[in-house]
């Protein structure tokens, strides 16, 4: 039983598919056949009404059955004659009358020479009609036709009526219409061949899963797809874009429903994957990665990875700080077994003047602030950062971290860091030589603050003023204050600790 019924979950939607379509061929045939039959049926009653009034009308012209009919003579001879007329066309009957109505023929020969009976039809026949009608007679109900017989002066001296019993008209549509019953029968065995194939080839063309698989999966896609931090296209095999993820339309814009050289005028795609750098007509650079979606042997379209080429040089400039902050930690751990083994050796030579010279060494500014990167700084993309500034900028003449600071929550805290170090960083280069820094950092309610203490060498501070102000209005995450010996440039980035 459970085995049954993770069969039916797993093929669930086939079962749909094949029940849907099953009933749709078996209505539409059901009504097919209704229709048919009824059509058919009319077409065969009046075609037996056609061919008993033909039949009738070749009896009432009969020279023998007219003067039969206006003698009113009973014979032999006019009953063998009714009988073989009635085997010739498969009737059940054929009933000569007179003027009178008095048969002069019937198939129950106790009924020859008394009155015709049958609801009162005769006598329209009587007056010169011809016509068909269903009625009920002594053999039962039946299908039956009247046609008056006329002498040799147009002058009704009888009638015809000759006609088919209902049930025997029964067999015989039903006879009819039995080619028409193996032909639905044959359409059904067809259409529900076609209707599996189909349910079939719908269940493969959706890879064999289910429809809550299908969403569940269409969602999985979605929420990849729009919470990465890269920029995703989906263009079909034109080249039109079909789908932009949130981050492609944070950076590069909606462009849904365009061609991809909207946005990449240069670029032209191949049918295998490749990376390339990608100007788009913004001027903006990103290092891209284009691969063919290939369904079944089959080009669906085209798949866009992007990644801003500054974010990518901002991540190597992380990776190279955090890498510079491993090499100097090795550095000075051998750097401290080299200075135990000094003071070792001044203690056990005596050298006890020596030995308070180079222990004040020890404890000056630079190496202070090297113990206190190691201590307080717990991010190494800023550590590597500080010590790569330290040692290659002599302007920076003291770096003061003032509490401990948390790792970053993610890149782009990192990042947003960096970006505005290094632009302080490239145009406080040009004053190099025009002033002394001092670099302040603080960690304070989930803000990173740093401040930028410049210095400006004797005579130049009007100059340099000039220059602050113009890097603050360069860079308006910056602020400037002056108490009249210094500047202090200073800048706060959200870091979630």
């Known amino acids: 039983m459970l085995s049954l019924r993770k069969t039916f979950h797993?093929?669930?939607?086939?079962?749909?598919?094949?029940?849907?379509?099953?009933?749709?061929?078996?209505?539409?045939?059901?009504?097919?056949?209704?229709?048919?039959?009824?059509?058919?049926?009319?077409?065969?009653?009046?075609?037996?009404?056609?061919?008993?009034?033909?039949?009738?009308?070749?009896?009432?012209?009969?020279?023998?059955?007219?003067?039969?009919?206006?003698?009113?003579?009973?014979?032999?001879?006019?009953?063998?004659?009714?009988?073989?007329?009635?085997?010739?066309?498969?009737?059940?009957?054929?009933?000569?009358?007179t003027k009178d109505s008095t048969r002069l023929t019937h198939p129950n020969r106790h009924l020859i020479g008394s009155p015709f009976q049958g609801e009162q039809d005769q006598y329209d026949a009587l007056n010169g009609k011809s016509y068909t009608r269903t009625g009920q007679g002594p053999m039962g109900r039946s299908m039956r036709a009247f046609v008056p017989i006329f002498n040799q002066d147009h002058q009704v001296v009888g009638a015809v009526a000759l006609g088919i019993m209902l049930p025997k008209l029964n067999l015989l549509f039903d006879q009819a219409t039995q080619s028409l019953r193996l032909s639905v029968l044959v359409a059904f065995l067809v259409a529900g061949t076609m209707a599996i194939w189909l349910a079939y080839s719908l269940k493969n063309r959706m890879l064999g899963m289910e429809p809550e698989e299908i969403a569940q999966v269409v969602e999985e896609r979605n929420a990849m797809f729009n919470y990465t931090d890269m920029a995703i296209l989906i263009t079909d095999p034109a080249g039109k874009i079909r789908f932009e993820n949130n981050s492609a339309i944070t950076y590069i814009g909606n462009y849904l429903n365009q061609h991809y050289s909207a946005i990449f005028p240069d670029l032209k795609v191949k049918d295998k994957a490749f990376m390339s750098l990608m100007k788009s007509v913004k001027h903006d650079e990103y290092v891209g990665s284009v691969a063919p979606i290939i369904v079944n042997q089959e080009k669906r379209g085209y798949l866009f990875i992007l990644r801003n080429a500054l974010e990518a040089i901002d991540l190597v400039n992380q990776l190279e700080n955090s890498h510079y902050f491993a090499k100097q930690l090795v550095k000075q751990n051998h750097d401290f077994l080299n200075k135990v083994h000094v003071i070792y050796g001044l203690s056990d030579l005596g050298e006890y003047q020596e030995l308070k010279t180079y222990l004040q060494d020890l404890i000056s500014d630079k190496s202070h602030f090297n113990q206190n990167v190691q201590l307080l700084i717990n991010n190494p993309t800023i550590a590597g950062y500080l010590l790569l500034g330290a040692n290659h900028y002599a302007m920076y003449r003291r770096i003061t971290v003032k509490n401990e600071i948390p790792e970053a929550q993610n890149f782009n805290q990192n990042n947003e860091w960096l970006k505005i170090a290094n632009a302080l960083e490239a145009r406080l280069n040009a004053l190099e030589s025009q002033v002394t820094i001092e670099i302040e950092l603080e960690y304070d309610n989930d803000q990173l603050v740093t401040a930028f203490y410049v210095y400006p060498d004797l005579g130049c501070y009007p100059e340099v003023g000039q220059d602050l102000e113009q890097i603050t209005a360069d860079l308006n995450q910056v602020e400037i204050s002056n108490n009249g010996e210094f500047f202090v440039l200073t800048y706060q980035v959200n870091y979630g600790g």
């Open 10 to 97: 797993k093929h669930k939607l086939l079962l749909r598919l094949l029940s849907m379509t099953f009933t749709l061929v078996i209505v539409t045939l059901l009504i097919m056949f209704f229709i048919l039959t009824r059509t058919s049926k009319q077409s065969f009653v009046d075609s037996q009404a056609d061919m008993l009034l033909k039949v009738g009308h070749e009896i009432a012209d009969d020279p023998f059955v007219q003067s039969s009919a206006e003698d009113t003579h009973f014979s032999q001879k006019i009953i063998d004659y009714a009988s073989a007329e009635e085997a010739r066309f498969g009737l059940d009957y054929v009933v000569i009358m």
